[in-house]
């Protein structure tokens, strides 16, 4: 169990520019799910997947923001046009779901910087 | 709306003794599950420990525990014996499969 990976670390990108990660979950967990964390505050849940199904989506995943995950296993986070308001930390974590919810498991996340 | 809300945005305790951090949420809903997860610095969040909304009993993990009143919707974390390496930012959180965090409180242990 390697746990959660998430690349890159660090991501620092001039604004106007397209940025796409990578989360890596729990090799037996189904459940996938992003969330954003800017300073000082506590995570926002962005959108999540049973499988490769994109079950829920936030309000604050605008237009710009795209998610997949094609064959159930790692997704990506593309943000389009990135503007100031972009820069954060992308929390990715992962889950097993069965009868019930199991714990969520977070990966390190990748910080985001627009200059 | 589904909330979360943490009072307190900085405690502190020393080592050995016991601290209680405090969360409350808003929800309309009766099946729900109530985490306590833990955020060192540059580090990944950790869950602490989990309840569930329908177990009256409080769950305990080692020195954390919980104090759950349903009724009050209110979800206190209670940590005994405090480590120096307890310190870090502590989000109390809601949900079924998305999470709600509440802003996080930041515990500092002093030897």
């Known amino acids: 169990d390697t746990g959660v990976s998430q690349d890159p670390r660090h991501k620092i990108t001039k604004r106007g520019q397209n940025v796409t990660f990578r989360c890596d979950p729990i090799s037996e967990h189904n459940r996938l799910y992003w969330y954003r964390q800017t300073l000082g505050q506590g995570p926002e849940f962005l959108t999540y997947?049973?499988?490769?199904?994109?079950?829920?989506k936030s309000r604050l995943l605008s237009d710009r923001f795209s998610a997949e995950r094609p064959k159930g296993s790692f997704s990506t986070l593309e943000i389009q046009r990135t503007e100031q308001g972009d820069s954060a930390m992308y929390l990715c974590a992962s889950s097993g779901w069965a009868d019930s919810n199991q714990p969520q498991h977070f990966g390190d996340g990748t910080r985001l910087s627009i200059l | 709306a589904q909330t979360v809300t943490q009072s307190q945005p900085e405690m502190s305790v020393q080592e050995a003794e016991t601290v209680t951090l405090s969360c409350t949420y808003d929800t309309s809903e009766s099946d729900y599950y109530l985490f306590w997860y833990k955020q060192p610095p540059s580090r990944q969040m950790i869950l602490v420990i989990r309840q569930e909304a329908y177990k009256q009993q409080n769950a305990t993990e080692n020195r954390f525990s919980v104090n759950f009143q349903k009724a009050a919707k209110s979800f206190s974390l209670k940590i005994s014996d405090s480590q120096l390496g307890d310190a870090a930012m502590y989000f109390c959180a809601y949900g079924r499969d998305k999470l709600i965090f509440g802003t996080g409180t930041r515990l500092q242990v002093f030897p």
């Open positions: 997947f049973q499988n490769e199904a994109q079950l829920e």
